[in-house]
């Protein structure tokens, strides 16, 4: 049945709000309105989404085989290398930030608009720049590095795009500090009156969190890719041992900034399951201090954790027991949350909508995500399951089951917001189970592979590992179809939905006190604050 | 073997104890996930909303839980860290009596050398109940020398010696995998390892029959490439002495001391420093010789006994 909360009055839309304020595609390309500019970030990551998805089902086809089902190992290399980059710097980095975000942050603070509304625009246009530069690589053949572009492969041996996809990189990176910075300022400057920190949905301190780090690692990468286009195109010896480089000093560069990258993909979808549960149990969340500082403790903790990826290249020992001390170090906050998410749903009034199914089931991937990480983190394991598809598995229970399912909550949960109209609750909760089923039987079966030694990055295997990897295969194609049905409903619903209303789920928060869809400057005057889960008949004591 | 292993098999010393490290982690990872999963579910059961406009007491978090789901699995976590760097630097530190071989990665291939002589590509023969200690360093990029049934790996790196030991603990043959991605033939760079009876090694050995020790063909190449015009056995004025170099401390110009172990030895050959005491006279051989006849030159540099008496090794 709908989702719907039993209302007095059937459900309304406002006659003019932000969709259809303004008409034409100069009113859309030319918006400086957050919630428009949302919408843009959605129609791409979405496109983007859809290519790095079809490149992995790809990969799992040709797995099916010891031999390779469908292709050469060259056109392996390069499938893998694509859905890495893309998924993470096209699709996953800005998924929540620059959609979600983007529409919620003003209005969940009660502003108007971000701090730089033109700035925001630009920065949608830095992105569609760098993801235009990237796929033109891709076309003109493709990178056969790894997402990782290891030197001296990437800068003397790999005869692929690599300029051109560094240079999609590099830009891409421009997009996201704008992005960050732009939330920074707005979440420190156009806070409604009263709208202290400590009143603050956490879905902010999140992404507040995120900012920091997207304005502080993506500066690293874009100066390690002007160094590999510098070796690359003038010989310069960097990282090139035959012209006096030194390869790991890439490693050092690249996981530096690739270690909170890691987090820039899991802490906004963290912020999303931190509201999915309030709403999903109409309920403060438990313990709100320790979840937003933990996220701020993951924030800081994960710059100096960077070293977990290079156990096996060399390093001294003794930088190994280091990295690996702060590794286990950053799983604690990470830990702090899962518990106090669990412990919100104590005396909760549980609701089994979509949004809370996906929160639910966030809770469960990412646990064993976490878990697993604990394997790597550890120095003598690490020495048997680097590289292999223990990583695999584990990075994707956490981007995937992790960073994914908490996107996908999140649009269920505020698609009535966006666009007015509710969707079709019992095929979102199918697709909600297929999802989660399809997810477990793609890389639950990986955790073994790579125990068994598997390596990543094989075209070609052993054949005893070939029983694994089918059930892996068909854990994918449910799962693709599992993301295939929101795409058909979501469609549907933005034409044909029934109205929702405000607020279809009695969820607190200032996005739910003002119409849905929104009008365009969201707020006719300053909104009065409640603290951000004011459930209760009485407000709570804020901390 | 059984239909549906989910462990490779424990062919070395090393493996038994990081199996248990492995097995400690697993039974940790399924009981706190099995908690959250027991304790989600039922919460979602007995507190589902019952009415749709039901809305449920509130109340704070609870500092004392907080502090216990805090503490408690941060003390978790010293006891996997201190167990799991025992066993990583167990891994790390090849016991002094370790046989050496040597292993050259190459775009996409492995190539191993014994000091007695045999090469192979992409297999390695070895002994069982010996320690053995890879010796490795990469031609081109940077491969991984990972064996499953070992629970072994270490990063292959151009430009650097690393080093990794097993002792194996039964005869066989086992997967040898390139564990990090190459390039092209990432997939294909596989071997196997051959661990022979003491037995068997040693007919192995004998059976390699144009075999010259490491050493010798590295005394043929310090010929070839003009090393003893400079190096004499008798020592020249301003060229220092080999003699009796390998394993003792050397003070460089730049103020750093180093031990002359296999990576000075080879920085020396390709990128001659300056030695406290003596001219910067050596040019470098970077680009005139590849990585195995590095190895070789060493093993040779390697075979001189203490100063003054170069042995003549034996052809």
Redesign the interface.
């Known amino acids: 049945m709908s989702a719907v909360a039993v209302e007095v009055e059937a459900p309304t839309m406002p006659e003019v709000h932000y969709l259809n304020a303004d008409y034409g595609w100069r009113s859309w390309l030319f918006t400086t309105d957050h919630k428009r500019i949302a919408w843009l970030y959605l129609f791409a990551i979405t496109g983007f989404f859809a290519v790095g998805g079809l490149m992995a089902t790809l990969m799992r086809l040709n797995l099916v085989e010891p031999t390779g089902a469908l292709m050469e190992p060259a056109s392996y290399n390069k499938l893998f290398t694509a859905h890495g980059l893309i998924m993470i710097f096209f699709f996953l980095a800005p998924s929540i930030p620059t959609v979600l975000g983007n529409f919620l942050i003003p209005i969940m603070i009660g502003a108007r608009d971000v701090a730089f509304p033109k700035l925001n625009l630009l920065s949608w246009y830095i992105f569609m720049l760098a993801g235009s530069v990237f796929m033109f690589s891709v076309i003109r053949g493709g990178v056969d590095t790894g997402w990782t572009l290891y030197t001296p492969l990437s800068t003397t041996y790999a005869n692929g795009n690599v300029l051109s996809a560094a240079v999609g990189i590099f830009i891409s990176g421009f997009s996201s500090i704008l992005t960050g910075l732009n939330f920074m300022v707005t979440i420190h400057k156009m806070r409604a009156p009263r709208m202290t920190w400590f009143r603050l949905p956490l879905f902010i301190w999140a992404l507040y969190a995120t900012s920091v780090i997207f304005v502080l690692a993506m500066p690293v990468i874009a100066i390690t890719l002007a160094l590999i286009a510098l070796e690359r195109i003038f010989h310069v010896g960097i990282f090139d041992p035959a012209l006096g480089g030194d390869p790991i000093l890439f490693q050092h560069l690249f996981w530096f900034f690739g270690h909170p990258e890691v987090y820039i993909l899991i802490l906004p979808s963290m912020g999303v399951v931190s509201e999915l549960v309030a709403a999903g149990c109409r309920k403060r969340v438990f313990g709100y201090s320790f979840v937003a500082f933990s996220s701020v403790s993951i924030a800081a903790i994960s710059f100096m954790v960077w070293g977990h990826h290079m156990f096996l290249t060399g390093q001294s020992v003794y930088a190994g027991f280091v990295f690996s001390a702060l590794s286990f170090a950053v799983a604690i906050p990470s830990a702090i949350k899962v518990f106090n998410w669990t412990a919100t749903m104590h005396k909760a009034s549980v609701s089994y909508d979509t949004p809370m199914l996906y929160a639910i089931g966030f809770i469960g991937l990412f646990t064993i995500g976490g878990l697993t990480g604990l394997f790597l983190a550890s120095l003598g394991t690490d020495v048997h399951l680097h590289d292999t598809y223990f990583v695999v598995a584990h990075f994707h229970y956490v981007m995937v089951g992790g960073a994914i399912m908490g996107y996908l909550g999140g649009m269920h949960l505020w698609w009535p917001k966006m666009t007015g109209k509710l969707y079709p609750e019992a095929w979102a909760r199918f697709a909600c189970l297929l999802v989660f089923a399809g997810f477990n039987l793609t890389f639950g079966p990986q955790f073994i592979l790579g125990y068994l030694g598997m390596p990543r990055r094989y075209a070609v295997y052993p054949a005893e590992f070939q029983v694994l990897n089918v059930m892996s295969s068909a854990g994918a194609s449910i799962l693709a179809l599992g993301y295939l049905i929101p795409l058909i409903y979501f469609t549907w619903s933005a034409f044909k939905g029934p109205v929702a209303g405000p607020n279809p789920w009695g969820a607190k928060g200032l996005e739910w006190t003002i119409p849905s869809p929104p009008p365009t400057n969201n707020f006719d005057e300053t909104p009065v604050v409640e603290e951000a889960y004011a459930y209760g008949p009485e407000e709570a004591h804020v901390g | 073997m059984y239909g549906?292993?989910?462990?490779?098999e424990q062919a070395s010393t090393l493996s038994v104890?990081?199996d248990y490290?492995?097995y400690f982690?697993t039974a940790?990872?399924i009981f706190?996930?099995g908690l959250?999963?027991a304790?989600?579910f039922y919460?979602?059961i007995k507190?589902?909303?019952?009415d749709?406009?039901?809305?449920?007491?509130?109340?704070?978090?609870?500092l004392k839980?907080?502090l216990t789901?805090?503490i408690i699995?941060?003390l978790i976590?010293?006891l996997?860290?201190v167990?799991?760097?025992?066993?990583?630097?167990r891994?790390?530190t090849p016991p002094p009596s370790a046989t050496e071989i040597f292993v050259v990665g190459k775009?996409w291939m492995w190539k191993v050398q014994h000091p007695e002589g045999p090469r192979e590509i992409n297999t390695l023969h070895v002994p069982v109940h010996e320690p053995i200690k890879l010796t490795m360093t990469s031609e081109?990029?940077?491969h991984?020398f990972?064996v499953?049934?070992f629970?072994?790996?270490?990063?292959v790196?151009?430009?650097?010696y690393?080093t990794e030991w097993f002792e194996a603990t039964k005869t066989g043959e086992f997967?040898l995998?390139?564990?990090?991605?190459?390039?092209?033939?990432?997939?294909?760079m596989?071997g196997t390892i051959v661990v022979l009876s003491h037995e068997d090694y040693a007919r192995w050995l004998a059976s390699q029959l144009n075999a010259k020790p490491m050493s010798v063909t590295g005394e043929r190449l310090f010929g070839q490439l003009g090393c003893n015009e400079c190096h004499t056995p008798e020592g020249k004025p301003g060229v220092p002495p080999l003699q009796g170099l390998y394993g003792t401390e050397v003070k460089l110009q730049n103020g750093k001391t180093v031990t002359a172990d296999d990576a000075y030895l080879r920085e020396s050959i390709l990128?001659p420093e300056a030695i406290v005491g003596y001219p910067p006279n050596m040019p470098t051989y970077?680009?005139q010789m590849n990585e195995e006849e590095v190895l070789q030159l060493i093993a040779y540099i390697k075979s001189f006994g203490p100063p003054g008496e170069r042995k003549a090794t034996k052809q």
């Not at chain 2, 549906?4 to 490779?8: A, I, R, T, V």
């Not at chain 2, 629970?151 to 990063?155: I, L, P, T």
């Not at chain 2, 790196?157 to 650097?160: A, E, K, S």
Request: include cysteine; glycine fraction near 8%.
């Open positions: 549906f292993p989910l462990q490779p104890e990081m490290l492995y982690l940790l990872t706190f996930a959250i999963f304790t989600v919460f979602a507190y589902r909303r019952r749709k406009d039901e809305v449920p007491p509130q109340y704070e978090g609870n839980l907080e789901w805090t699995p941060s976590c010293v996997i860290f167990w799991s760097a025992h066993v990583f630097m891994a790390s775009q081109d990029v940077i991984d990972g499953p049934a629970r072994m790996k270490r990063d790196v151009p430009g650097m690393s997967h995998f390139c564990d990090q991605f190459c390039g092209m033939g990432h997939s294909h596989v990128g970077q680009g």
